[in-house]
């Protein structure tokens, strides 16, 4: 099969939904973490919609891009029943945990290999800093796609948690790393020079809530990038770090290229539509 029709696509969630109720477990805590992975997949594909309608695809082109949405995660669910954590540096990669799933279940048997081929790098990609040289502008931009709707589901999930009113800590959220004080050099140096930052440098909660600013700087479309600024969510971060000279610099830097974000570095990072998206000319 080369295209993706409604109804191919409700097969796909109808899937997703049975594999998720392999993980149903009686553990209160166990729970509340697979629902808050379900609930993030559900809005993802709510937000890629948005940004695809927005950009003007056709329909083949939104049913394409909430399938990598629906389970660009799909990998999160195994990652928690087999390790307990959400942290892929005291686990695996979730991404490439997500293609497994995928495999292993013969999930996308139906679907023509190199369209198959292509979800899998998509939903491979997106959790990388960067995306990888050499591929195809299909790719490119449907992985562009799903980084940015995902950074806005994430972004939701993070602030409504630094925000909550229970005071509940959520260690699996927080990545189990520790709420030390002060801000990495590293991960400081990347976000002043508007660079995406590497995760392996982050040492605390602090670096963790920069790594989550730096994200506004590989966001690519501009409907996204306007939900961050209506949506407040660097400001919100911003609130939730100590105040110090560094986060006084972040914040300068950040509200910089808010304020022009067509100038220059967003005009080279939005990546323009090819005219024609069906599935065909995707192969
Ligand atoms: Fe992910």
Redesign the pocket.
């Known amino acids: 099969m080369t295209r993706i029709d409604i109804e191919t696509m409700q097969s796909f969630k109808d899937w997703f939904h049975e594999y998720l109720m392999t993980f149903s477990h009686s553990q209160k805590d166990v729970q509340k973490n697979i629902l808050l992975k379900k609930m993030h997949t559900m809005r993802v594909c709510e937000e890629i919609i948005t940004i695809g309608s927005t950009l003007g695809l056709g329909e083949e082109a939104l049913i394409f891009s909430e399938l990598t949405a629906l389970f ?2 799909i990998g ?1 669910f195994e990652q928690y029943a087999r390790y307990n954590t959400f942290a892929d540096y005291k686990s695996e990669n ?2 490439e945990l ?1 293609v497994k799933i995928l495999k292993k279940n013969n999930v996308l048997n139906g679907l023509n290999p190199s369209l198959t081929d292509l979800i899998y790098r998509i939903v491979s990609y ?2 990388r800093a960067c995306l990888p040289d050499g591929e195809t502008d299909q790719c490119l931009f449907f992985s562009k796609l799903l980084r940015d709707a ?1 950074k806005l589901d ?1 972004w939701k999930v993070l602030t409504d948690y630094y925000l909550r009113q229970d005071g509940v800590s959520n260690r699996a959220i927080e990545l189990e790393l520790p709420d030390t004080p002060g801000i990495s050099d590293k991960v400081y140096d990347a976000v002043i020079n508007k660079e995406i930052v590497d995760s392996h440098h982050i040492r605390n909660l602090n670096d963790f809530k920069v790594l989550q600013i730096g994200w506004i700087f590989d966001i690519n479309f501009k409907p996204a990038l306007d939900a961050v600024i209506s949506r407040h969510y660097i400001e919100l971060i911003c609130s939730v770090l100590p105040a110090s000279e560094r986060v006084d610099s972040i914040k300068a830097v950040v509200r910089h290229y808010i304020e022009n974000p067509f100038v220059d570095e967003f005009a080279s990072r939005a990546h323009d539509i090819p005219g024609d998206f069906t599935m065909t000319a995707l192969l």
């Open positions: 660009h995660d999160r979730h991404a997500s997106h959790n995902d994430i």
